[in-house]
């Protein structure tokens, strides 16, 4: 890796870039800072953040040879507010850094999804495609983001825990050259340059919002929240989504269809966890009690499951899920957008794991291609090839999930596609290819060429 990285670092800043700055300036923004004179950069590429973006993008470039500083404002093992699921895509991710997902270390597989709405329950295994394993995974997300930044750690990636980033560092053009933090227990303030910065600090977008990268409020948005009980059910072959949600026995004439969708996975050591979500095209959308609705739709799932106050483990948590590219452009200036920062949650089914580490991904395939070209134009084609990569991938399947998210908005509509959907096991099976994004492009069956036209079809969104 040194002798690669050695190299890497003589074509950025040994260079002299023409964007390095030459004299102190004042910042420019509030919560920025320009970097002083006789600046020398701390490594070929800082990464903001070491959830499951910042790791996987780190572990994609120290693989590569770059000298990658990753910087997180916690320490591991630290908790993350999550459902802990994961499809077949969130395994594949895994299995291609290497990590080992069998049982015996510690992995609870799942073989598909347990679909509740409309009277109905129905089983659907994941899909048996060239592309993608038949296996989905759950595991707390302490255990799988400590994981990760091992795996990014043991490929070179250095780790500084506890070291707050508070705001990019900009040359006197306004690139961003590295960032500022606030490092140990003292909190002392320290200045880290490098080229390229990604920013990978989660679904609040600070670093993003430093540079004016607002988030679109017209792309799709939701908030989740999440609970774990001690439960008979918590060894569950599969992940069980609920589609619609009730504040009294199901179909009873005084029950009313509360907004959102929720969740039950099993965590096979006597707990699940469950949750729930609402999108923003939902009547609901910030004007819920996500608390009160979690444990309203709970108290009326069967008494024996045990999902009861005194059989919780822990007070209800939420956050944000910003979907549908709802921040870009994912390139700018020296900063690229990964993981929740982007927006990239699948607006489908609320999955963003998957799309942070193969966001991480692409965005280190552009970084370690524009570092072994000297600063200029052609270093900057090479870092636009991520927001390229992002639109070619997911752009237009993002588009089509825009608008599911408006469609569904609509209870009506909702209502109407589970109850004329889910007695039909062939459709539902085509409809959980579609949500989780499990499908082959190239010789795939009827349904995968249905999904790659459609995709096709659809302008990306950028
Ligand atoms: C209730 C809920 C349930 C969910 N369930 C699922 C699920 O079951 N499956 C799924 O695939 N997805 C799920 N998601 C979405 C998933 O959690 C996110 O998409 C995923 O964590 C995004 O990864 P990330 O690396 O982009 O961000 P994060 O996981 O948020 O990681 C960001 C990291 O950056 C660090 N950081 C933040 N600011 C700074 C700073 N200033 N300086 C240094 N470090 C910083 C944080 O400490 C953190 O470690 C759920 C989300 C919610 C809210």
């Given at each position: 890796m040194t002798a690669i990285a050695g190299d890497l670092r003589g074509s950025s800043?040994?260079?002299?870039?023409?964007?390095?700055?030459t004299e102190p300036t004042e910042a420019t923004e509030p919560g920025q800072a320009t970097l002083p004179e006789d600046s020398h950069y701390d490594a070929d590429v800082i990464v903001v953040g070491a959830g499951p973006s910042g790791s996987a993008a780190a572990y994609w470039m120290a693989t590569a040879g770059l000298d990658v500083l990753l910087l997180e404002k916690t320490s591991f093992p630290r908790e993350k507010v999550c459902g802990d699921g994961l499809t077949p895509r969130g395994t594949r991710a895994l299995v291609e850094m290497g990590?080992?997902?069998?049982e015996a270390a510690g992995w609870l597989h799942n073989k598909g999804l347990r679909v509740i709405g409309g009277g109905l329950r129905l089983e659907l295994d994941w899909p048996q495609l060239a592309s993608f394993p038949d296996y989905g995974l759950v595991r707390p997300r302490a255990d799988l983001d400590h994981l990760l930044v091992r795996q990014a750690v043991k490929a070179g990636a250095r780790l500084h825990e506890q070291t707050s980033v508070t705001a990019p560092v900009l040359s006197r053009?306004?690139?961003?050259v590295g960032v500022q933090a606030k490092a140990g227990p003292d909190g002392a303030v320290r200045s880290y340059r490098a080229p390229v910065v990604l920013?990978?600090?989660?679904?609040?977008?600070r670093f993003a919002l430093a540079l004016g990268?607002?988030?679109?409020?017209?792309r799709p948005m939701g908030v989740a929240v999440r609970r774990y009980y001690t439960s008979?059910?918590?060894?569950?072959d599969y992940l069980e989504s609920w589609l619609e949600l009730w504040?009294?026995?199901?179909?009873?004439?005084?029950a009313k269809l509360l907004p959102g969708y929720g969740w039950i996975f099993g965590m096979g050591d006597g707990s699940v966890n469950v949750g729930l979500g609402v999108l923003?095209?939902?009547?609901g959308f910030q004007k819920t009690n996500y608390r009160t609705l979690l444990t309203t739709w709970l108290d009326n799932?069967?008494?024996?499951?045990?999902?009861?106050e005194e059989n919780a483990l822990c007070p209800t948590q939420g956050a944000g899920l910003p979907m549908g590219?709802?921040?870009?452009?994912?390139?700018r200036d020296g900063v690229l957008l990964v993981g929740d920062s982007s927006g990239?949650?699948?607006?489908?089914?609320?999955?963003?794991i998957p799309y942070a580490m193969e966001s991480g991904k692409f965005a280190a395939e552009a970084v370690v291609q524009a570092l072994?070209?000297?600063?200029?134009p052609g270093r900057e084609r090479a870092l636009a090839g991520y927001p390229a990569a992002m639109a070619q991938e997911w752009g237009a399947y993002y588009r089509l999930g825009g608008a599911f998210v408006k469609l569904i908005g609509n209870p009506a509509v909702m209502r109407a596609c589970t109850r004329h959907g889910l007695p039909h096991p062939k459709l539902m099976r085509f409809v959980l290819k579609l949500l989780a994004n499990?499908?082959?492009?190239?010789?795939?069956?009827a349904s995968d060429r249905i999904i790659t036209a459609l995709t096709r079809l659809t302008p990306p969104l950028r």
């Open positions: 800043s040994a260079s002299n870039p023409s964007e390095e700055p990590i080992d997902v069998s053009q306004g690139r961003v920013a990978c600090d989660g679904v609040s977008g990268l607002q988030r679109n409020d017209r008979p059910r918590t060894n569950d504040d009294g026995p199901p179909g009873a004439d005084h923003n095209s939902s009547a799932t069967p008494e024996e499951w045990g999902l009861r590219f709802n921040r870009t452009p994912h390139y990239s949650v699948n607006p489908f089914n609320g999955e963003g072994a070209r000297p600063q200029g499990l499908s082959d492009p190239h010789d795939g069956d």
